[in-house]
């Protein structure tokens, strides 16, 4: 049962969902004969005494008593067991798991709800209620403070729905039809004009990823169509204001037209403001920065200034923060992109406004990991130590950035022989996870090996040139830690010649 699709899907649970769930069977013995789902084989107090076991085991699902044969013997009195009886049993419990975490979806959904009830009363021809339901979408989709592709699928839909409605309808002029129906045209040009250059946006971000990453390239000819359609849409019809924000973005990254156009766009956003939608603002100031900092990373230092001021802009105008949160990514680059500037004040503020907002589950993990990130710039190199030893992080990327941390940690408190332990542990985590993209691999091989020579050399070795490990870093370009383990390679010659 462990690894069973039933048990990977009951995981996902929260400890709500779980005992709404149970009520949810309970009430079930309507859908037994329905027709999107298979017919059941089971009856509800079945499945309900199925779902007690599985409850008392919620959420680690790592019990003996979940041993199919010992739940076969519970639910079936002892009778011998039969396994095609029991795979019966758990697919009538999965396909309840689906159909409740499909209504689950749909209740706090408002609009799915709603385009539902709008086609089952068109269908059932309860125009009163239809007329009622289509008014009252609308006026709840104007205090909508988003602008997003689902937004802008649920204003389609609304539009769409009201043209079918009205098609027909004596009581409606044919000049007003027809303004519904130009209504319909342009929410659904919005739409696709927004989902496409959401795309675009996300390809040129993959395509920076992934040049780092794979050096895989990205079709330039299907680039090339979607950007040429844009530009005749653009000059034939014209572009909603948040539209032309995006497209303002779009044509940054295609034309590489440099900081003056960064500035022109944030201008732009910022005297529009009260015109923009708050995600696409928030999204702008997002990509703008994302932007200059991808042109530092290539070398391009005139933009180090513009990265600096994007971070405390969106710090300021919380332009990180989804409905009420932040994602760990985001909560972690920021900080660290405020050491990278050596401003601790920032990184520290940071830190500490941000982390009630990041997922609870991942919340602790990552402030230990960011907090003794912070304690080690700060020089209290002990008490980050033990921030550091709390961390039993799952992901395995942040286990590479903590063994990185107390690894630098271990060499700048002098501890060595732990240091040499460390980099045996990693070099053991590196051998056993083989999906590591190639980049980071290569960055974490790179950075033990630096470590270890410099231990060894502090050991009074001679086998490794200072010299050779300073061209080492320099000549590679996605060294992880470049500009540190410069400094410290420098800070060891500076040692050596003291001695």
Partial sequence: MKNST??????????????????????????????VLPRRKYSVKMLKSFYNILENNYPDFDSKELYREKIYKKLFNNEKYNDKKFRNLKSDMVHLCEMYLSVNWLMKNTYGYNHILNEVLFEKKLDSLLDKNINSSFVKLRKRKSYTSDFLYDQFKLVYTKRNFYRGKKTLGSSKFYNILDDEIKAFTDYILFYILEYLIALQNSKVAISRDIKQTIDNDFFNHIYAYLENIKNDLGFDINIQVLYYLVSLERNDEGIDSVLYIKSYADQHRKLIATDVYQSCYQQLAFYCLNKLAEGDNDYKDMVYMFLKENFKKNNYIEYNSISISNYLAMAKLAFRFNDLKLAKEIIFKYKSLVDPELREPAFNYIYAYYLRFAGNLS??????SKLKLKDIYYKLDTYNLQLIIYFELGFYKPALNLINSYKKFLKKNTDLYE????NSINIIDIFYKMIKIISGSNKYDLNDMKREVQENSIFMYKTEMLKKIEELEMRKENI
Avoid: Q
Avoid at 6 to 30: A, P
């Fill in 6 to 35: 039933l048990v990977t899907i009951l995981k996902t649970f929260t400890g709500n969902e779980m005992n709404r769930f149970g009520d949810f069977i309970s009430c079930s013995s309507g859908f037994s004969t329905h027709s």
């Fill in 383 to 388: 008490e980050a130590l033990k921030y550091v």
């Fill in 439 to 442: 980049s980071r691999r290569i």
